[in-house]
Protein backbone atom coordinates (compact mmCIF):
# COMPACT_ATOMS: atom_id res chain seq x y z
CA UNK A 1 0.00 0.00 0.00
CA UNK A 2 1.52 3.35 -1.21
CA UNK A 3 2.43 5.48 2.02
CA UNK A 4 1.41 9.12 1.44
CA UNK A 5 4.27 11.92 1.86
CA UNK A 6 2.91 14.46 4.96
CA UNK A 7 2.99 17.74 3.29
CA UNK A 8 3.86 20.66 6.05
CA UNK A 9 1.38 23.05 4.75
CA UNK A 10 3.00 25.72 6.70
CA UNK A 11 6.08 25.13 4.68
CA UNK A 12 3.94 25.41 1.14
CA UNK A 13 2.50 28.37 1.94
CA UNK A 14 5.96 30.00 2.90
CA UNK A 15 7.21 28.72 -0.68
CA UNK A 16 4.59 29.76 -2.36
CA UNK A 17 5.07 33.57 -1.29
CA UNK A 18 8.68 33.16 -2.04
CA UNK A 19 8.00 32.31 -5.45
CA UNK A 20 5.08 34.94 -5.69
CA UNK A 21 8.42 37.30 -4.61
CA UNK A 22 10.26 36.00 -7.78
CA UNK A 23 7.62 36.68 -10.56
CA UNK A 24 7.07 40.23 -9.00
CA UNK A 25 11.34 40.29 -8.63
CA UNK A 26 11.67 39.23 -12.48
CA UNK A 27 9.10 42.15 -12.94
CA UNK A 28 10.40 44.54 -11.25
CA UNK A 29 14.07 44.01 -13.26
CA UNK A 30 12.78 44.30 -16.36
CA UNK A 31 10.56 47.79 -15.50
CA UNK A 32 14.17 48.64 -13.46
CA UNK A 33 15.73 47.70 -16.78
CA UNK A 34 13.01 50.40 -18.86
CA UNK A 35 13.75 52.91 -16.54
CA UNK A 36 17.47 52.53 -16.98
CA UNK A 37 17.15 52.36 -20.56
CA UNK A 38 15.33 55.22 -21.02
CA UNK A 39 16.96 58.07 -18.66
CA UNK A 40 13.80 57.84 -16.39
CA UNK A 41 16.01 56.91 -13.09
CA UNK A 42 18.56 60.18 -14.31
CA UNK A 43 15.47 62.20 -14.81
CA UNK A 44 13.25 61.56 -11.26
CA UNK A 45 17.06 61.66 -9.51
CA UNK A 46 17.08 65.67 -11.15
CA UNK A 47 13.77 66.76 -10.23
CA UNK A 48 12.64 66.87 -5.82
CA UNK A 49 8.91 65.57 -7.45
CA UNK A 50 6.79 65.64 -9.99
CA UNK A 51 3.50 64.33 -12.17
CA UNK A 52 3.78 61.15 -14.37
CA UNK A 53 2.87 64.07 -16.65
CA UNK A 54 5.85 66.39 -15.54
CA UNK A 55 8.25 63.23 -15.01
CA UNK A 56 7.14 62.30 -19.19
CA UNK A 57 7.60 65.69 -20.05
CA UNK A 58 11.24 66.00 -18.38
CA UNK A 59 12.43 62.81 -20.08
CA UNK A 60 10.66 63.29 -23.82
CA UNK A 61 8.75 60.42 -23.09
CA UNK A 62 5.08 59.32 -23.84
CA UNK A 63 2.85 59.88 -20.43
CA UNK A 64 1.23 57.07 -20.80
CA UNK A 65 3.42 54.93 -20.69
CA UNK A 66 5.28 56.53 -18.21
CA UNK A 67 2.21 56.90 -15.74
CA UNK A 68 1.97 52.62 -16.29
CA UNK A 69 5.74 52.41 -15.11
CA UNK A 70 5.32 54.32 -12.19
CA UNK A 71 2.81 52.04 -11.35
CA UNK A 72 5.08 49.04 -11.30
CA UNK A 73 7.65 51.40 -9.47
CA UNK A 74 5.46 52.60 -6.48
CA UNK A 75 4.18 49.07 -6.16
CA UNK A 76 7.66 47.58 -5.90
CA UNK A 77 8.94 50.37 -3.23
CA UNK A 78 11.31 51.57 -6.05
CA UNK A 79 9.46 55.44 -5.94
CA UNK A 80 7.30 57.11 -3.72
CA UNK A 81 3.64 58.67 -4.37
CA UNK A 82 1.81 61.28 -2.99
CA UNK A 83 -2.29 60.01 -3.55
CA UNK A 84 -3.61 63.08 -2.70
CA UNK A 85 -1.22 65.61 -5.35
CA UNK A 86 -0.53 62.31 -7.57
CA UNK A 87 3.35 63.46 -7.43
CA UNK A 88 5.78 61.01 -7.60
CA UNK A 89 10.06 61.05 -5.83
CA UNK A 90 12.71 58.94 -6.36
CA UNK A 91 14.15 59.05 -2.48
CA UNK A 92 18.01 59.90 -2.99
CA UNK A 93 18.71 56.68 -1.30
CA UNK A 94 16.90 54.84 -3.88
CA UNK A 95 18.81 56.94 -6.73
CA UNK A 96 21.99 56.05 -5.11
CA UNK A 97 21.68 52.95 -6.79
CA UNK A 98 19.96 53.30 -9.71
CA UNK A 99 21.27 56.07 -11.79
CA UNK A 100 24.15 57.04 -14.01
CA UNK A 101 25.71 59.07 -11.57
CA UNK A 102 25.94 56.04 -9.14
CA UNK A 103 27.98 54.01 -10.99
CA UNK A 104 29.79 51.59 -10.07
CA UNK A 105 26.39 50.90 -7.86
CA UNK A 106 24.14 51.21 -10.83
CA UNK A 107 21.94 48.60 -10.42
CA UNK A 108 19.58 49.06 -13.02
CA UNK A 109 22.47 48.71 -15.35
CA UNK A 110 22.64 44.63 -14.42
CA UNK A 111 18.93 44.66 -14.80
CA UNK A 112 19.46 44.78 -18.81
CA UNK A 113 20.69 41.25 -18.50
CA UNK A 114 17.16 39.98 -17.16
CA UNK A 115 15.15 41.09 -20.78
CA UNK A 116 18.02 40.43 -22.96
CA UNK A 117 18.46 36.69 -21.16
CA UNK A 118 14.59 36.35 -22.07
CA UNK A 119 14.57 37.02 -25.56
CA UNK A 120 16.40 33.72 -25.85
CA UNK A 121 14.34 31.59 -23.79
CA UNK A 122 12.95 29.67 -26.93
CA UNK A 123 16.50 28.62 -28.21
CA UNK A 124 17.83 27.71 -24.99
CA UNK A 125 14.65 25.44 -24.20
CA UNK A 126 15.69 23.83 -27.80
CA UNK A 127 19.18 23.43 -25.98
CA UNK A 128 17.87 21.60 -23.38
CA UNK A 129 16.16 19.09 -25.65
CA UNK A 130 18.85 18.63 -28.20
CA UNK A 131 21.77 20.18 -26.31
CA UNK A 132 24.62 22.58 -28.65
CA UNK A 133 24.17 26.04 -27.98
CA UNK A 134 23.10 29.60 -29.22
CA UNK A 135 25.65 31.35 -30.33
CA UNK A 136 26.64 34.94 -29.54
CA UNK A 137 24.90 36.64 -32.85
CA UNK A 138 21.59 35.15 -30.90
CA UNK A 139 22.08 37.58 -28.12
CA UNK A 140 20.39 41.34 -29.24
CA UNK A 141 22.44 44.24 -27.25
CA UNK A 142 25.21 42.20 -25.62
CA UNK A 143 27.79 43.67 -26.37
CA UNK A 144 26.25 46.95 -25.21
CA UNK A 145 25.24 45.61 -21.85
CA UNK A 146 28.78 43.86 -21.23
CA UNK A 147 30.17 47.24 -22.43
CA UNK A 148 28.43 49.13 -19.62
CA UNK A 149 28.78 46.20 -17.28
CA UNK A 150 32.26 46.39 -17.34
CA UNK A 151 32.30 50.50 -17.74
CA UNK A 152 31.01 50.31 -14.21
CA UNK A 153 33.08 47.19 -12.25
CA UNK A 154 36.59 47.36 -14.38
CA UNK A 155 36.88 50.71 -15.46
CA UNK A 156 36.93 52.90 -12.66
CA UNK A 157 39.14 51.07 -10.56
CA UNK A 158 41.64 50.10 -13.62
CA UNK A 159 44.43 52.24 -13.04
CA UNK A 160 44.31 52.51 -9.31
CA UNK A 161 43.16 49.20 -8.24
CA UNK A 162 43.31 46.42 -10.68
CA UNK A 163 46.67 46.90 -12.33
CA UNK A 164 48.82 47.59 -8.91
CA UNK A 165 47.76 44.11 -7.59
CA UNK A 166 51.06 42.94 -10.19
CA UNK A 167 53.75 45.01 -8.53
CA UNK A 168 55.35 47.60 -10.76
CA UNK A 169 53.20 46.83 -13.48
CA UNK A 170 52.26 50.81 -13.47
CA UNK A 171 55.79 51.72 -13.79
CA UNK A 172 56.42 48.97 -16.33
CA UNK A 173 53.56 50.61 -18.59
CA UNK A 174 54.46 54.19 -18.44
CA UNK A 175 58.17 53.26 -19.43
CA UNK A 176 56.40 51.18 -22.16
CA UNK A 177 55.98 47.67 -22.89
CA UNK A 178 53.38 45.27 -25.18
CA UNK A 179 50.04 45.30 -23.81
CA UNK A 180 47.08 42.55 -25.50
CA UNK A 181 43.76 42.32 -24.03
CA UNK A 182 42.02 39.06 -24.93
CA UNK A 183 38.25 39.16 -25.80
CA UNK A 184 38.32 42.89 -25.42
CA UNK A 185 34.98 43.28 -26.60
CA UNK A 186 34.23 46.82 -27.60
CA UNK A 187 37.56 48.25 -26.39
CA UNK A 188 36.80 49.91 -23.38
CA UNK A 189 39.27 48.93 -20.77
CA UNK A 190 42.60 48.72 -23.53
CA UNK A 191 41.31 52.27 -24.96
CA UNK A 192 41.42 53.67 -21.88
CA UNK A 193 44.61 51.96 -20.78
CA UNK A 194 46.33 53.32 -23.96
CA UNK A 195 45.46 56.84 -23.11
CA UNK A 196 46.63 56.40 -19.66
CA UNK A 197 50.02 54.95 -21.17
CA UNK A 198 50.77 56.42 -24.38
CA UNK A 199 54.61 54.97 -24.30
CA UNK A 200 52.91 51.61 -24.12
CA UNK A 201 51.72 49.58 -27.10
CA UNK A 202 47.93 47.97 -26.75
CA UNK A 203 46.42 45.49 -28.81
CA UNK A 204 42.70 44.12 -28.72
CA UNK A 205 41.60 40.83 -29.75
CA UNK A 206 37.83 39.85 -29.86
CA UNK A 207 36.16 37.44 -32.09
CA UNK A 208 33.49 39.59 -33.22
CA UNK A 209 33.23 42.38 -35.77
CA UNK A 210 30.73 44.56 -34.85
CA UNK A 211 32.34 44.80 -31.39
CA UNK A 212 36.02 45.74 -33.12
CA UNK A 213 34.46 48.00 -34.71
CA UNK A 214 33.11 49.95 -31.64
CA UNK A 215 36.64 49.45 -30.23
CA UNK A 216 38.37 50.73 -33.36
CA UNK A 217 35.81 54.15 -33.72
CA UNK A 218 36.30 55.35 -29.76
CA UNK A 219 40.35 54.67 -30.15
CA UNK A 220 39.77 57.69 -32.49
CA UNK A 221 43.01 57.13 -34.62
CA UNK A 222 45.01 56.85 -31.48
CA UNK A 223 48.60 55.75 -32.53
CA UNK A 224 49.98 53.30 -30.00
CA UNK A 225 46.23 50.86 -29.95
CA UNK A 226 45.01 48.36 -32.81
CA UNK A 227 42.46 46.06 -32.59
CA UNK A 228 41.71 42.71 -34.54
CA UNK A 229 38.96 40.20 -35.02
CA UNK A 230 39.98 36.75 -34.66
CA UNK A 231 40.00 33.84 -32.81
CA UNK A 232 42.24 33.76 -29.56
CA UNK A 233 42.36 30.04 -29.36
CA UNK A 234 45.42 29.60 -30.62
CA UNK A 235 47.37 32.95 -30.77
CA UNK A 236 50.42 31.95 -32.10
CA UNK A 237 52.88 35.19 -30.64
CA UNK A 238 55.29 33.13 -28.49
CA UNK A 239 57.03 35.68 -26.34
CA UNK A 240 55.71 38.66 -27.62
CA UNK A 241 53.54 40.41 -25.05
CA UNK A 242 54.74 42.04 -21.48
CA UNK A 243 50.84 42.16 -20.57
CA UNK A 244 48.06 40.08 -21.33
CA UNK A 245 44.27 40.86 -19.97
CA UNK A 246 41.51 39.19 -19.55
CA UNK A 247 38.33 40.55 -18.33
CA UNK A 248 35.36 38.72 -17.47
CA UNK A 249 36.34 36.75 -21.03
CA UNK A 250 37.87 33.38 -20.09
CA UNK A 251 34.94 30.93 -18.66
CA UNK A 252 32.95 31.56 -22.03
CA UNK A 253 35.38 30.15 -24.06
CA UNK A 254 35.18 27.37 -26.63
CA UNK A 255 38.32 26.02 -25.10
CA UNK A 256 39.66 27.72 -22.51
CA UNK A 257 42.08 25.69 -21.48
CA UNK A 258 44.26 26.51 -25.24
CA UNK A 259 43.49 29.70 -24.46
CA UNK A 260 45.43 29.48 -21.61
CA UNK A 261 48.12 27.60 -23.32
CA UNK A 262 48.00 30.27 -25.85
CA UNK A 263 48.17 33.20 -23.40
CA UNK A 264 51.11 31.26 -21.55
CA UNK A 265 53.18 31.20 -24.83
CA UNK A 266 52.54 34.67 -25.92
CA UNK A 267 54.14 36.11 -22.62
CA UNK A 268 57.62 37.08 -22.14
CA UNK A 269 59.37 35.40 -19.88
CA UNK A 270 59.16 37.99 -17.30
CA UNK A 271 55.80 39.05 -18.39
CA UNK A 272 52.06 39.13 -16.41
CA UNK A 273 48.98 37.64 -17.41
CA UNK A 274 46.14 39.38 -15.44
CA UNK A 275 42.78 37.78 -14.91
CA UNK A 276 38.98 38.85 -13.72
CA UNK A 277 36.37 36.45 -13.78
CA UNK A 278 33.66 35.36 -11.16
CA UNK A 279 34.48 34.97 -7.66
CA UNK A 280 32.40 31.70 -7.31
CA UNK A 281 33.14 27.85 -6.53
CA UNK A 282 32.27 25.19 -8.61
CA UNK A 283 30.87 23.48 -5.72
CA UNK A 284 26.95 24.59 -6.01
CA UNK A 285 26.48 23.86 -2.32
CA UNK A 286 29.23 26.43 -1.82
CA UNK A 287 27.28 29.16 -3.67
CA UNK A 288 23.93 29.11 -2.05
CA UNK A 289 25.22 32.09 -0.13
CA UNK A 290 26.61 34.33 -2.85
CA UNK A 291 24.57 37.65 -2.95
CA UNK A 292 24.34 37.20 -7.04
CA UNK A 293 23.92 33.48 -6.66
CA UNK A 294 20.72 33.00 -9.19
CA UNK A 295 21.07 35.34 -11.23
CA UNK A 296 24.80 34.10 -12.49
CA UNK A 297 23.36 30.61 -12.76
CA UNK A 298 20.85 31.83 -14.87
CA UNK A 299 23.32 33.91 -16.73
CA UNK A 300 25.85 30.72 -17.22
CA UNK A 301 22.86 28.76 -18.49
CA UNK A 302 21.27 31.38 -21.16
CA UNK A 303 24.65 33.03 -22.10
CA UNK A 304 28.11 32.01 -20.66
CA UNK A 305 27.78 27.88 -21.22
CA UNK A 306 25.95 28.27 -23.84
CA UNK A 307 28.09 30.51 -26.56
CA UNK A 308 30.90 28.11 -25.83
CA UNK A 309 28.74 24.35 -26.11
CA UNK A 310 27.46 25.94 -29.50
CA UNK A 311 31.26 26.28 -30.64
CA UNK A 312 31.28 22.80 -29.28
CA UNK A 313 33.48 23.77 -26.47
CA UNK A 314 33.83 23.11 -22.85
CA UNK A 315 30.58 24.91 -21.64
CA UNK A 316 32.47 25.71 -18.35
CA UNK A 317 29.83 28.46 -18.02
CA UNK A 318 30.07 31.74 -15.05
CA UNK A 319 30.16 29.48 -11.90
CA UNK A 320 33.25 27.61 -12.73
CA UNK A 321 34.71 28.32 -9.92
CA UNK A 322 38.22 29.88 -8.35
CA UNK A 323 39.00 26.45 -8.18
CA UNK A 324 38.54 25.05 -11.40
CA UNK A 325 40.42 28.95 -12.59
CA UNK A 326 43.24 27.90 -10.35
CA UNK A 327 43.93 24.20 -11.57
CA UNK A 328 43.74 25.73 -15.71
CA UNK A 329 46.34 28.14 -14.72
CA UNK A 330 48.59 25.61 -13.79
CA UNK A 331 48.04 23.14 -16.20
CA UNK A 332 48.58 26.45 -18.87
CA UNK A 333 52.40 26.50 -17.33
CA UNK A 334 51.80 29.49 -14.93
CA UNK A 335 54.06 28.57 -12.09
CA UNK A 336 53.23 31.80 -9.76
CA UNK A 337 49.76 32.73 -9.07
CA UNK A 338 48.01 34.79 -6.65
CA UNK A 339 44.42 35.98 -5.87
CA UNK A 340 42.92 39.04 -4.89
CA UNK A 341 39.66 40.73 -3.84
CA UNK A 342 39.12 43.95 -4.45
CA UNK A 343 36.69 45.92 -1.85
CA UNK A 344 34.24 47.54 -4.85
CA UNK A 345 33.46 44.24 -6.88
CA UNK A 346 31.64 41.48 -4.68
CA UNK A 347 31.08 39.71 -7.52
CA UNK A 348 34.87 39.12 -9.77
CA UNK A 349 38.12 37.81 -8.44
CA UNK A 350 41.31 38.91 -9.55
CA UNK A 351 44.23 36.29 -11.00
CA UNK A 352 47.66 37.82 -11.07
CA UNK A 353 49.47 34.79 -13.06
CA UNK A 354 53.44 34.89 -14.14
CA UNK A 355 55.68 32.20 -15.73
CA UNK A 356 57.75 31.54 -12.50
Known amino acids: ME ?42 ARMPSGTSEEIAAAANLDERYVREWLGAMVTGRVVDVDPASGVYRLPPEHAACLTRDAAPNNIAAFAQYIPL ?26 HEVMAEDSGQTVLPALNDHILPLAPGLKQAMAEGIEVLDIGCGSGRAVNQMSRAYPASRFTGYDFSEEAIGVATAEA ?28 DAIHDQVDPAAVLRGIHDALKDDGVFLMQ ?28 MTVSLA ?45 R
Open 220 to 247: NGSGNVRFEARDVTALGETGRFDLITAF
Open 311 to 355: GGGAGLGTMWGEETALRMLAEAGFGNVTKHRLDHDFQNTYFVARK
Open 3 to 44: TKTKIDESKVEEFGEQLLDALNGGALSIMISIGHRTGLFDTM
Open 117 to 142: LGCVEDGIIGCFNEGGGLPYDAFPRF
Open 277 to 304: DIHSSCDVEKNIDHPAGTLLYTISTMHC
